[in-house]
T-cell receptor
Framework: DQQVKQNSPSLSVQEGRISILNCDYT??????FLWYKKYPAEGPTFLIS?????DKNEDGRFTVFLNKSAKHLSLHIVPSQPGDSAVYFC?????????????FGKGTKLSVKP | KAGVTQTPRYLIKTRGQQVTLSCSPI?????VSWYQQTPGQGLQFLFE???????NKGNFPGRFSGRQFSNSRSEMNVSTLELGDSALYLC?????????????FGQGTRLTVV
């Protein structure tokens, strides 16, 4: 039973346009959500996070939106750059329950074309 | 500040052997988690250690074990290796379990079982 789902295995976007990566979750106990970016042969790199008490968090070109009622979050990258091409993982955790482990989605491979 | 260090980076073992992987967390971080990444399953949680105690465990067989030392360094061991254990094993460190702190990943150990 997959608790965190990224239904799009891949996404292709033109440079300068917006990239929108989506993530759905099923466990209502999740209270902290993170996005990681991963290049081949490297470990995931933390990108941005959001607590369940917020519905939006912005950091430069990256914005994460959280819709708790729909159990859905999305990562917006504006404008997209070729260097953003990587696999993006959505992750969730139940920090309030001291469940520090992250539950990951299977990732979405983003390709930004020049 | 040094990042998370995992050794070795690459490893080839034969079926039936056992293997030990090492992880040195970021200085000051007390929580270490291990994940297995495979193409089909994505990133899956193995276990988490905090102050030398295993706090959480994922859904993996008993052949997978780990420990954490007083300096927060952690090792994971896989006994009686199977072909399906071939994967990238990632270690992540974070400050502690309770705060909303991000996990920082190492580059991983690529294990190939032949």
């Amino acid at each position: 039973d997959q608790q965190v789902k990224q239904n799009s295995p891949s996404l292709s976007v033109q440079e300068g346009r917006i990239s929108i990566l989506n993530c759905d979750y099923t466990n209502s106990m999740f209270d902290y959500f993170l996005w990681y970016k991963k290049y081949p042969a490297e470990g995931p790199t933390f990108l941005i996070s959001i607590s369940s008490i917020k519905d939006k968090n912005e950091d430069g070109r990256f914005t994460v939106f959280l819709n708790k009622s729909a159990k859905h979050l999305s990562l917006h990258i504006v404008p997209s750059q070729p260097g953003d091409s990587a696999v993006y993982f959505c992750a969730a955790s139940n920090w309030g329950g001291s469940q520090g482990n992250l539950i990951f989605g299977k990732g979405t491979k983003l390709s930004v074309k020049p | 500040k040094a990042g998370v260090t995992q050794t070795p980076r690459y490893l080839i073992k034969t079926r039936g052997q056992q293997v030990t992987l090492s992880c040195s967390p970021i200085s000051g971080h007390r929580s270490v988690s291990w994940y297995q990444q495979t193409p089909g399953q994505g990133l899956q949680f193995l276990f988490e250690y905090f102050s030398e105690t295993q706090r959480n465990k994922g859904n993996f067989p008993g052949r997978f074990s780990g420990r954490q030392f007083s300096n927060s360094r952690s090792e994971m061991n896989v006994s009686t290796l199977e072909l399906g254990d071939s994967a990238l094993y990632l270690c992540a460190s974070s400050l502690d379990l309770t705060a909303n702190t991000e996990a920082f990943f190492g580059q991983g150990t690529r294990l190939t079982v032949v």
